[in-house]
């Protein structure tokens, strides 16, 4: 059963307007195929040695506790346990406390064991342009200006900065829990 282009909302949410938002041109291919050894999440995650490095990301995620069982990988496809009965943070956030923990220790895994290279992602310059226009956007000209003040000479940051391979899941309805293990 194809779950792609935000199909997949229909299978965590009761009802429709709860649905959280989605790019569905944006998203990969993604089905859901039912067995008798339970249900199975296939998703494009790509062709070759790209997704040979994303194959062997998603089984250290598992390996760490992140994320479900991966079964394997074929024609570009990642095929990883569906679990039917988990309830995303937007619908039920738990304990504030264990999702803390569980976020940090999500990052933190993905900063020792996912770096980037140098030529991935913004500059500390452009990443501070984008920081003061947001402030300016939310908070009004004033705090963007004393963000200025605040923000301390990039170049003296820049030999602390650890480039890492991000994912871009940090939305709350794409972090699951169980009811045996809830946040």
């Not at 994303?54 to 991966?70: D, M, N, Q, W, Y």
Request: proline share 3%.
């Amino acid at each position: 059963m194809e779950i792609s282009g935000g199909g997949w909302r229909a299978h965590r949410y009761a009802c429709e307007q709860d649905w959280p938002a989605a790019k569905v041109q944006l998203e990969r291919r993604k089905f859901l195929l039912p067995t008798s050894d339970g249900t199975w999440l296939l998703k494009f995650i790509g062709l070759g040695s790209i997704g040979a490095r994303k194959l062997e990301r998603a089984r250290s995620l598992h390996a760490a506790g992140f994320t479900p069982e991966v079964a394997g990988f074929r024609h570009g496809f990642l095929v990883e346990r569906w679990i039917e009965d988990a309830t995303s943070l937007d619908q039920e956030f738990g304990n504030r406390d264990r999702v803390v923990i569980q976020v940090g220790r999500y990052l933190g895994f993905r900063a020792r064991h996912f770096k980037a290279g140098p030529e991935q992602g913004a500059s500390l310059q452009a990443l501070a342009e984008m920081a003061r226009f947001n402030t300016a956007q939310l908070l009004g000209e004033g705090a963007a200006c004393e963000f200025d003040r605040c923000l301390p000479q990039l170049d003296q940051l820049q030999g602390f900065v650890r480039r890492v391979e991000t994912d871009n899941r940090l939305h709350a309805w794409e972090w699951l829990h169980t009811p045996e293990a809830a946040c």
